[in-house]
């Protein structure tokens, strides 16, 4: 099964413009979970330019799904995963002047820095996922420090068209099978929408989508719970029919 985690990153946005207090993405997380989501993913940033670390804290308290925390290799940050134990770690690139995390983590540069903060984690008990680029020589580089999951950065392939979209998928569906046969969970998410998610959600032993922008996009006019809800259909439905296809049923 494909599981849906709703990133409400989003939501926190538009609070903070006004530094109030809605709307607050404690509600959005409880309308996600009417809608079907299977997973509730928040990113808590350096520069807390969105979620703060008291949403931490009550999501921690209220979200029934698994809670999926992204976080950039931090040691506070960190040391905030370990005392709250939310139920997956995606460990993310951040950089201060990006709208949004704009590539994979680099396995190359610094894997020391990465590994010493899987360990962190791991140790603590808890699963982590590393956010990707679908680019083999990373791909190998993370598969080689036992993580839970991988999630691949599918935003080259969103912003792409045509053949050139074809040619991201295959590159999604190649690494996708790398991953799986490392017996590791294969996640995808950025910039998935309503268009574009069946492509992703058909590739073979996909685990988790993580999707903000779009459903939080199309909740503005229809309500979250029903964004969600037909979000995920579409999962279902396309990795049904694509599991039947692969099984000849
Ligand atoms: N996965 C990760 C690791 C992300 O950083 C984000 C964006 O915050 C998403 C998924 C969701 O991306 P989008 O908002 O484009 O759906």
Redesign the pocket.
Known sequence: MVEL?V?I??VATIRQARETFEPDPAWAATFAELGGADGI?I?LREDRRHIQDRDVEVLKQTVTAKLNL?MACVDDIVDMAIRLRPDQI?L?PEKREEV??EGGLDMLTNPAHVRSTIQRLQDAGLPV?L?LDPNLEQIEAALALQVEAV?L???TF?NAAGEEQQAELQSLVQVGRTIRSAGVQL???????YRNVHLVAAIEDMRE????????SRAVFVGLEQAVREMKRLIVETARAANGNRTGR
């Open positions: 985690g990133n990153d989003h993913t990113h992204e995606t993310v949004t995390t996922s956010f999630e950065h599918t935003g969103a996640h995808a998410g950025h910039g998935l929408n989508l993580n999707i903000g922008h779009s459903i939080v």
